[in-house]
């Protein structure tokens, strides 16, 4: 038995039905990103309190956190 999940679907998923494999594909993209930039910040915090600094500048760790928080989504803004 084939293993049918996949995290959940996106507006523009939804919109385009893309078939099975490339959800699979996705997911690990999104999955694989997601734990190198969480280990990433993991050292950042780790570096920056043994240097008793910043690990980057704040101006970059900002404009992240909220591209990550408030993503722009093409099909929720009605550019598809």
Do not use: C, E
Request: no cysteine; aromatic share 18%.
């Amino acid at each position: 038995m084939a293993f049918q999940f996949h995290l959940p679907l996106n507006t523009t998923d939804i919109v385009n039905q893309p078939p099975l494999y490339f959800l699979r594909v996705q997911d690990a993209l999104i999955l694989t990103t997601g734990i190198l930039w969480t280990m990433a910040y993991i050292l950042y915090i780790k570096q920056a309190n043994h240097d008793k600094s910043y690990g980057m500048p704040l101006f970059a760790l900002f404009g992240t956190l909220l591209f990550v928080l408030f993503r722009f989504d093409p099909v929720l803004f009605g550019f598809h």
